[in-house]
């Protein structure tokens, strides 16, 4: 019996081949990526969708115009919910209509894109009990359409220059919201420009000439029936983007707009009818439906990644390409060990951050239901969480995905591959959700607050507990037997804590100096920012550690440990600078590290068909001709080549109007 569930009659013979060597279940593998119940539940709503051909793409989505792409969304969406109840076990669980839509939209984006994502999110943290019953029940029924609207066309990063204003009306009991400048306008909101009838917007709350900082509003935007702006709002689409363009982005400004005082969200702030504030537990408890997104696009962009590894290394498989040994016929492009060192560890690290996408949404629930009982202690480390795993993983994501794209030659290059879409769409996960290199310097912060603690010898949380620990001076990589690879895990924690309390060195350095805090910060930002990296790459190798030692089944343990010791090996000679420079490291352990990932390639190559087949992407998911699952690469490029809406006709009206006239020009010129 095959160890993987994915061989199917009238597949090309190479992949059955190369299906036949797994040392390891794909489906025991699949619950361990997912777990045992999602993977399930994927299996089977895949299954479902493939059978119900009104949730199918009417044509590749390559071919579309934006309005097409928007069109086609919408008409998928509402046929989606149209049958939800049939194809999913919980309509109310995030993960399994994550997983639908992914199956039967994809991810360029349609009306409901920030509905669920943020609007619900922050109508759950933010409403008070009557207001959810007022918009919450409404939202999840889909009696109306929501966006998130912050980022403003000034100011995206910096949300205390926000510029939109929401000034109380005692007299009447409303506020007033008005955008008094082109730059207060909001700019970006998915689903804003066409789409949402209803927007969470942040605006100044100004109550009798003084301003509380921004909080969140309540807005409807666009009449139900109608969907006419409403009087007072102006709203549009943004335009094109470099991908994600089947979400229509928006623009909206507000001419003096009135609405109840109500519907400021008031589960933590307040604002009563005399005008009276009452301030939330924690400051940044309106940041709530940010930190929500932070904390699922950990997951989703290891997934992205997973789709493009899976591409990638399916195609390595039936694409042959010059020969190893002369006369002895081309080889499968995989088993060249640049290949294999290109794909390789963008797969490892697909797993990983699949893993820690598991791990950080443990965290979000547990401080969600502290935040409902007004407890706010884990706040502040699941923001240095959130926001160093967010800048990391979609930086890492995006280099590892151009790797994906290049490792499959001029094809990659083309849409049919199905990997400049997902990558365009990662690819913004390093902006929205704010800009990584401010969010890495959010967890620097936190990072040189855990120094000071530190110091007093007390730990500022869990995830910085390594800081109190001595400093090896060298590592014992290669000089004990290798086992577990605890000399290789010690290392990244050495390469961390040393960066970290060396940055907070030449802090105090420069403050003892007497320039002050701020400029020293800027001094010193860069190596801040790499203080931040080394400690989420720890965290993620640590991760990585936890989840091996956690698995039950040997030959998946197996498996899934040959991809982590290549993690290790392969991130650690990513970083290897930050270790040498203290001796750390010696040359010959260098040596040793590189050696053991080349024998680690060897290794995984046997299992690499079966650890893509593990995510269980159906083809439908992957949108792509290259990583079709039975390999039947070069018909079907041939066949969605011809879908090109340039060969409708053979020759084309700019012939006759341009370059005919031009050519006869030319050619009469040349007879004279
Ligand atoms: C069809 C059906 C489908 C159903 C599917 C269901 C579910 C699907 C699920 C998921 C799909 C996901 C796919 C993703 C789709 C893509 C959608 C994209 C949507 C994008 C939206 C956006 O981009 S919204 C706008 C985001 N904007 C930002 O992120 C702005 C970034 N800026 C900031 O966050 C702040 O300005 C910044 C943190 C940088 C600074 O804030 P500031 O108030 O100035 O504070 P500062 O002085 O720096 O720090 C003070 C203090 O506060 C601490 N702090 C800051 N933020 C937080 C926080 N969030 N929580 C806790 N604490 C915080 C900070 O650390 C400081 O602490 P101390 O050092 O003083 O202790
Ligand atoms: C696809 C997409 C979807 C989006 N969806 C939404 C949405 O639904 N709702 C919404 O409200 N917004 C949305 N946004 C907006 C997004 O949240 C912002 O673009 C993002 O927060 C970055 O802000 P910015 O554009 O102002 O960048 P800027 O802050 O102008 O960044 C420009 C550069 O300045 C640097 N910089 C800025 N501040 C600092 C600092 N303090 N220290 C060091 N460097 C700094 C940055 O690192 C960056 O290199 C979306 C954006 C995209 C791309």
Not at 277 to 299: D, E, N, W
Not at 320 to 327: A, D, F
Not at 433 to 443: D, F, I, K, P, R
């Amino acid at each position: 019996m095959p160890l993987n569930k994915e061989i199917q009659p009238g597949d090309n013979d190479e992949l059955t081949r190369e299906r036949l060597q797994a040392t390891f279940d794909t489906q025991q593998m699949a619950a361990a990526l997912w777990g045992s119940d999602l993977a399930r539940k994927r299996r089977e709503l895949a299954k479902k969708v493939d059978k119900l051909t009104v949730l199918h793409d009417s044509k590749d989505m390559s071919f579309m115009t934006r309005e097409e792409k928007l069109s086609e969304n919408a008409r998928k969406v509402v046929q989606m919910f149209a049958h939800v109840a049939d194809i999913v076990e919980d309509p109310s669980d995030d993960a399994e209509m994550f997983h639908l839509s992914s199956n039967a939209i994809g991810h360029e984006g349609h009306p409901f894109g920030v509905h669920f994502v943020m609007f619900i999110p922050a109508l759950k943290a933010q409403a008070d009990d009557e207001q959810r019953e007022k918009w919450l029940m409404p939202a999840l029924g889909l009696q109306l359409i929501g966006t998130y609207a912050q980022t403003e066309l000034g100011h995206g990063t910096n949300l205390r220059a926000l510029e939109t204003m929401a000034t109380f009306d005692k007299a009447t009991d409303e506020f007033v919201i008005h955008t008094p400048t082109v730059t207060a306008l909001k700019w970006w909101p998915g689903s804003l420009g066409k789409s949402s009838n209803h927007a969470v917007v942040s605006a100044n709350l100004i109550i009798d000439g003084k301003s509380y900082g921004h909080h969140n509003f309540m807005v409807q935007i666009r009449d139900e029936n109608t969907h006419k702006p409403l009087k007072g709002i102006t709203v549009g689409d943004i335009g094109p983007k470099m991908a994600y363009n089947a979400s229509d982005n928006g623009f909206l400004g507000f001419d003096h707009h009135r609405i109840p005082r109500r519907n400021m969200l008031m589960r933590h702030a307040k604002v009563d009818k005399n005008g009276v504030y009452t301030k939330p537990p924690h400051a940044k408890i309106g940041y709530s439906a940010m930190v929500h997104v932070r904390s699922v696009m950990i997951g989703h962009q290891g997934m992205f990644l997973g789709s493009a590894s899976t591409i990638a290394i399916r195609y390595s498989l039936v694409r042959r390409q010059g020969e190893i040994k002369e006369g002895s016929g081309e080889v499968k492009i995989l088993d060249y060990q640049t290949q294999q060192h290109r794909l390789f560890p963008q797969l490892a690290r697909a797993y990983v951050f699949m893993f820690a996408g598991k791990e950080v949404r443990e965290l979000y629930q547990k401080v969600l239901s502290d935040m409902e009982k007004g407890e706010t202690t884990l706040l502040a480390d699941l923001h240095a969480l959130t926001s160093g795993l967010k800048s990391v993983v979609t930086h890492l994501c995006v280099a590892g995905m151009e790797q994906c794209r290049m490792a499959c030659g001029g094809h990659g290059y083309s849409r049919a591959s199905g990997i400049p879409e997902i990558w365009g769409v990662a690819v913004g996960g390093c902006t929205y959700e704010g800009e990584n290199m401010v969010m890495l310097l959010q967890l620097a912060r936190y990072l040189m607050k855990a120094v000071k603690e530190t110091k007093k010898g007390k730990s500022l949380g869990r995830l910085v507990d390594y800081l109190l620990l001595p400093q090896d001076r060298h590592s014992l990589i290669g000089r004990v037997p290798q086992g577990e690879y605890g000399p290789h895990l010690a290392a990244f924690e050495h390469i961390a804590r040393r960066q970290i309390f060396k940055v907070a060195d030449e802090l105090t350095k420069l403050q003892d100096k007497g320039m002050s805090k701020e400029i020293a910060w800027q001094k010193k930002a860069v190596e801040l920012q790499r203080a931040a990296r080394l400690h989420t790459r720890f965290y993620l190798a640590a991760c990585f550690h936890r989840k091996v030692q956690s698995v039950v089944d040997g030959r998946i343990r197996e498996a899934l440990a040959d991809l982590y010791h290549l993690h290790l090996n392969y991130e650690l000679l990513d970083m290897v600078n930050y270790a040498l420079e203290d001796a750390y490291l010696k040359a010959d352990q260098v040596d040793f590290i590189r050696e053991d990932m080349y024998r680690l390639l060897e290794t995984i190559r046997p299992n690499a068909i079966s650890l893509v087949d593990a995510f269980e992407f159906s083809d439908r998911e992957l949108r792509s001709v290259l990583g079709r699952r039975d390999g039947h690469v070069y018909e079907n490029l041939y066949k969605w080549a011809k879908e090109s809406e340039l060969n409708r006709a053979d020759v084309l009206p700019y012939f006759d109007k341009y370059l005919k006239p031009m050519m006869l020009a030319a050619r009469q010129r040349s007879n004279i």
